[in-house]
């Protein structure tokens, strides 16, 4: 995924979180670059809560008829996590991976200094689609690594009774995701049965989100209080609670997301991660001038996504304003 907007709000995490919350946060429609008629939802960054442990972005798009042409555009400092939904998607990377990502399985790109990749939707006719993507901000120890790739097809799940859940990164309910992670994270696919609640364990020193996909459900977050959240919102829970118990009257998909609150304050614009205004100046540089750091996607021609201008002002962190 890339985005049409510089994203000037530039992010940060400060890792203070003081205890257990219950904050419904809205995502908000945005244009997508190089997608004409795709209707995208962003609930990561917001303005109050830039991450939620290392996530750093949260898009989700569709289900609608699509093609989709997200032309070659450049990543630093991060991992794209594209969880389809509905239909597939051809990811194409300036490491040679040429994949479809289809229901049920996880391509991960891990950027590392630098990476450059592609998103089409299958055929040159419009098709049912719909998907999440996600980033996973790096830590200083992998955020200058070579790039990476990796797609699995064989996410393990854990089941329990009103429960199917697929686990996407990270261990839940003692369940490993085989993909590579570099902070402790966790990212799982929650299927709930209709009429069922279901209490998922947590770990109480990182933060966690709810984010409704399809279907309707209550979060119980502060008992007996349910917090609704439908497929357009995401309940933040903050920290220090060992479960939290999810309904559906009707059945639902939700994915839940977490992690130890992110040390290390970032700066994001537009497709990069980085720690200074200007490793953004030199990254946006890299990429303007085609230089051999991103590479060249094999597949395409001249097509790329070209950068957005640079603010007339310094990229700054910003922390967040839920504590
Ligand atoms: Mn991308």
């Not at 890792?15 to 429609?29: K, N, Q, T, Y």
Request: proline content about 8%; aromatic content about 6%; hydrophobic content about 40%.
């Amino acid at each position: 995924m890339s985005r049409l907007d510089s994203g000037s709000e530039s992010a940060a995490s400060a890792p203070e979180c003081s205890g257990p919350m219950s904050v419904l946060l809205e995502s908000r429609e945005v244009p997508l670059g190089g997608v004409r008629n795709m209707h995208v939802r962003r609930t990561l960054p917001q303005r109050d809560l830039p991450m939620v442990g290392a996530w750093c972005f949260l898009d989700r798009f569709g289900p609608q008829p699509t093609r989709m042409r997200v032309e070659p555009h450049p990543h630093i400092g991060l991992q794209t996590v594209t969880w389809p939904l509905l239909g597939e998607i051809h990811h194409r990377d300036t490491i040679g991976s040429d994949v479809v990502v289809t229901r049920g399985a996880l391509n991960l790109m891990t950027s590392g200094h630098g990476i450059a990749h592609s998103e089409y939707s299958l055929g040159e006719e419009e098709v049912a689609l719909a998907a999440l993507q996600l980033w996973v901000a790096l830590p200083e120890s992998a955020r200058h690594m070579p790039p990476t790739f990796e797609q699995h097809t064989a996410l393990p799940r854990f089941s329990a009774p009103g429960l199917e859940a697929l686990v996407v990164m990270g261990s839940f309910a003692g369940v490993t995701s085989p993909a590579t992670v570099h902070t402790p994270i966790i990212g799982v696919e929650l299927q709930i049965a209709a009429g069922a609640t279901v209490r998922l364990p947590l770990n109480p020193h990182w933060e966690h989100g709810i984010l409704g996909v399809e279907g309707d459900i209550e979060v119980e977050a502060s008992a007996p209080e349910r917090v609704p959240v439908d497929a357009e919102a995401m309940l933040y829970l903050g920290i220090e609670r060992d479960y939290v118990d999810v309904y559906s009257a009707e059945g639902a998909r939700a994915f839940l997301l977490g992690g130890e609150p992110f040390a290390e304050e970032i700066i994001m614009w537009w497709n990069f991660v980085a720690r200074t205004h200007e490793e953004i100046v030199e990254a946006r540089e890299d990429w303007e001038n085609d230089t051999a750091r991103f590479g060249h996607v094999p597949g395409h021609g001249a097509e790329r996504i070209p950068a957005p201008p640079m603010p007339g002002v310094r990229l700054k962190t910003r922390g967040r304003r839920l504590k």
